[in-house]
């Protein structure tokens, strides 16, 4: 036994993890996918998590007879060895058996799909800039149906699948953090906030339908032939359909501001920001999503070299002390 | 006068017109617009519309009272010289006046925004095309509301501003193109042929909203802000909201032929075909609107010459004799 | 052994394998390349193929010993497991030896560069389509001569080395897809439908010579530097200097037809469609090249996932239910 | 003489002037380039100036003789009628004289090259802004030696030639939006905000050596040759050497900041950001450029038309509404 | 009449015009196209040309009348004032006429398609340099050939329509120095000098058949639909084919050198340099085009400017000093 | 023991080791870095050197403990079998220790970073090319500093860090190269050959200060924040500085040649070639890099193939025989 590895029986959350100890405790499998080396060895690539974070783990023994035992979405008493590998912690597996019951430490609670942080107050913040700011009948209308039928959704939602604000309480991370954004630079340009605010709550709202966390991670139908842009606009125009008399222009206003929030037709934006309120939320939205890339890629670190590798979503190294 | 002008009095419907004859006779003005030469004269820019076509013409002198005259939508008596600039006739045009009461030759409805061939015929045509093919109830249920919901609209709407089938009935020409070919191509690859047929019935159906022909061509708030494409799907998604049961991932494979049917992310389709009938109904659309360019080109000859100017829309210029 | 598996001695033709089983047959090594894992191991990357198709092997031990037992174009009889790798089979070889005289299963005929389906069949229906439809003696001229000297080799030639078509047939099955393609759209645009076909027919013959597929699979020289669109331009040249008289015109136009059929010059037509028969064969092409890459990323399947991985060809992950 | 006219002798800065009026007032005429028409007829192409604001001018008539008199850089005595020409004013000049001794209304302060906003005021705020915020004392002593240095120049600097803020004191106005956007983000980030001020202040200082205004606007060699990127280091690095241990990494940093804050390559910058504070300031300076070019085509209006025309630096059209 | 002028009756050949002069002398119309102004006014746009150069005209008045009067190919008196026009030299022409009988002065000679340089010596000197050089028998003979039957022609092509080297004996200077750049250069790369020299000899020998010049200038029907290097391609097909036992490797490296002389596909290459003498000849023939269009930029000027006007073909302003 | 392998104890310099031998000898560890295997095996990946060249090189086994013992920059006795690794040599290793006082053949002088080819006499060579064809005395003056304070480090300077021109001398062979092809080309055009020997001298010497050799490569905080094209300026500028009067305008010239010498903006020039002169440093900068990474690729050869694997800086496979 590594000196460093805690005695048996200590809960050991996915977030305390660290590189070279060996750990024997419970972890939710989220996602369970059988691949093969160069050289056709079978392998399981599976994505672990609990309340406190997401692990990537694999299975180089047994592979076949574990593969079988595994439903996505079950909790699983997990032995192996915490690596590094590519800047990320890797949990690589020696044993995995079902949770049997009386498992002394086991708590159900531990594996719901929940942000790792206190979304609760992350979102009654977001919500307090909403209600605060909003004086429009028609967007405050809007707003409170959207807290109704969306606030736990929201609260919860990844941000994405993979690259940035990809676990839980992502999607509220990000929009949270336009929201103030654009409570710090609207008015430095006389724009709209009001109309910002909107179209930053619901810009990415369609997230919540393009793929689903549960049991396993996986894209939707509707997720992978219209995407979240679409999603986000119908989500959109649902709501405001059951408001008597929205208005039409701000109807339409608004969906620019979602439709055009990617930028450019060439990442997806059927049209592009016509409006200075359309190009802000777009600006924004792409310096939010950055920022979060740095500060993966920063989090990984690169022993003593001064550069990162190559990073695909930036386009470049980056330097390695923030 | 010209030896080949026509005496007074006789009718010169547009689709008559030729190069070098002086006309006076009466037209709608579609269109006017006030602009300036580099050497910063005042001219006007109009479009001239009666039922056989639309015309493009210049006013050059008493330029700001004439344009005082004009309201967009009204009918004048107009004279001046027919000539062929850049491949198209064009009337140069030395006076206007508005209808009088009694005008000789005069009919109301000479001026209808109306289609220049026999649109009901083709629309019949295009609409037993459907009616023969299509087996699924939903989506015959669909057919029979979209037929009653926009037959009249769909025949005589224009199938874009300019470039293309940019004339009332240009739609129905479009589409009756593509249901025939989804006909003529489908079988070869064993591919759904009703869900082509919907997707290409509604696929530019958001044409309808994007412009309004009358009184003047202009582009419409939702039409800027959310291009024919987002409308088209708008209009698809209301109207099967009303059929009970409607299947969901019936729905959303027709969402994807719509909005992906400019094929390319970068051309405005915020996801590309990702079913073999999405690539299909893009690449039938792509062919028959680069052929409608190519006759285009191809009517404004060009003298002895091999070759014509370079197209823009095709990229290169093209070989002169059909 | 596996209870699937095969009494030995029991005839395994390729396209008869499936996953899991353990197989003891003979096989034509097509293609033999020695290569390294990332660990430097030594492994072999061999193609196989008997009459029934084509299939993808390694050897992972002896590689030396096996590597010099080996002469590509020659056949073994080879033992080994059947997986799947990547949506496709492949086999695990763990013996294999020469022929030997009097193996018992073993016909020499079984082991022929030949179409997998009725060649003969398509060959005669596609050359009846050209003999039905060309009037213009000096095209008829052309297409007796193409049948006659590329007859044999065009009914078994390769459609491509990889991607789309690589297999013996390919470029039968591609080009009757064309010639039956022309006949059903060229009439809708009142097209010369004669010019078509043999601009179908001549448009990939160059692929008969830029690469040979005995002993192996292997790009020429002239394939190499030149392409098969410069090679299939000079094939036509050739015959046509052979025809007295033929119109320098005519020839010029079916020039045209091969060397844009690329459709871009980023894609390796030295000149883009000029004529709308040229853009008619170009979109055609495209069309039915990129419908059988849908089709072969559909066979591969996807396990219960929605869409398949990232498909390089398409640009994009596909839905996995035809 | 059009009624709106004002009397004889009124005086008529450029900033009050308006589309219809005749005009007989002093302006300096800052640029003069004869041009041709496309009929090759010559005319004057001239910029004009007062310290209220620039306006263009053309001379059509006795063009070679009013070209001889003029010197640019001088004032004149100027007739003409003001007119719209694709959004902005445009003066067509009828007469044109040197200004006489004695003449009435004339003064020479008139015509220095100056902001028309109180720049001595905005000057203040963003040296304050950096005063209150910088704490290093490296980044202190070199923003005391800018102040010194490059105050005065600095508040009257044009920030382009053209496109967006190119007039005198653009440069200070785009540099403070810069400095107090950095202090309304840069925190949410947690980011080194004195580090991005510094980075702010030095940007686009080269532009005050890429081109002169006096007595005309003109490219210099060195603005040519190397751009205000390559210059704005260069002054960067000239002022640092003056600064006695000044760090090499804290130098690097802020030329880092300074090469890559056009963000590609394709924009001019050797290098892309490699830190969270050069993506900024790129995201800001790009944000502000932006908001400043759409600002100028909503003041150009477009009549009743919903849209403007494409704008070639939003690459858009834009909704007409502010 | 300005006192520059020259006395009536003097030769004024067309290398020899000056800015501002009135001229009154004999000139062959290689080209010419009725346009249209802005306004709608006809004009005509003309190609003059005699044994010493080209020159751009243009007819203002009586156009239809001048129109029907002129057949491309003839010679006219031609009488009007030389101007300068975007750094060109062009002829407003007031008045134009046959040549009449006996028209003093008029010499016959002095209007044959011919270079404006000694390209006898140049022929020669290109010729020397290959005889000279070239040792293999194949590329000897082929040498040969080509003088025999490419020499005058080749002597006298124009090496464009536009952009460089658009003149008679364009072609022969852009080869010879490719001929002279290859024996500088080749050698230190230790690459095949004689295969390098046949390459740049038939590279653009496609031009001499891509368009006409005698009676004027037109793209012909091979060219528009080929294109010079498939063009190119062929002549030199043609030709080794005459000589017995010329080796097909040899044959299709010099084919190689053809088709990859644009460097890349989007230039018109259907392939890319794959040898280390397809890219020195693609690289040199890319140097001595760019050398040729920054030539004529500096020629133009730009009176006290530092920087020309954008220049389309370099993608840039140039300094305009040499 | 391998019959090919030399007696214990045989010196084994890099440049002569053989693909299949058993090496056992000293070498420099220039670089370490633990990697992992897709199977999530640690080993480690070193670079090699002596003063013959360079060698990668990998340790499979008790990986941990032979990378504790490795400090970049020390020299080890090294055991292992050398192999073919992607047409590159590589060592296996199987034991590696430090040096020992007095291990016999030990030669400290064989392992400093120097040319592997008597690159005293190119310096030389070089160095008389300048000094014999500059006659300007500032730039004669330039010349003497650069050789003075730069002469031994250009010596053994690396060309980069990968792709091409990677080792000790690189730097120095590229730049002769230059030097040699600027005096064969610049004359045929008439350039300015002293400013452009000025130019290829200084273009890449940023090189030296990008990234450090010793003790392991590595990319330094300027190399990744400026980049050598910035670093070379600088590195010019602050020599030019030390020179009394040296003209400005000469000198933002040189400056125009080193920042355009990647020729476009997204190939990370600031501003592309403005005149003849950069332009053609451009060219020849091109050719010499691409000329060099043909070569690398032919060395490595491909067996019995005709062409290459595909060469991603070439953007193509190329033909494998010289």
Redesign the interface.
Known sequence: MNLFDKPQGTPRPIAELQAGENVSWFYRVQEAVKK??????D?LDLALMDKSGRLAA?V?NKVEETYKLIRPGEVYKISGEV?E??GRL?L?ITHLRPVAAGDPGFEKGDFDEAPAFDSAALLAEAFALLNDNLRDPHLRRLNEMFQQEYGPVFAQAYGAQKIHHAFAGGLLQHTH?LL??VL??AP??GLDTELLLIGALFHDIGKTAEFKTLPAL?????G????H??IS??IF?EMKNKIPDFPE?LS??I??LI?SHHGE????????????EA??LH?LD??DS??SI??EQLKVGGGQ???SDFNQAL?????LD?
């Open positions: 093969k080396t160069k050289a056709n060895d392998f694999k180089w690596r590998y590519r890797q690589t953090a103030k954004l710090a630079v430095h340009y996986e894209t939707t139908l509707a992978g032939l219209l995407g842009l679409v606009l119908t125009q222009p339409v206003r969906q620019h439709v037709k060439e990442y997806g934006s059927p049209e592009v920001p016509k409006t200075r190009y802000l600006i792409l310096l950055r920022m740095f500060d070299k001064l550069f386009g470049t190294r980056i330097l923030k």
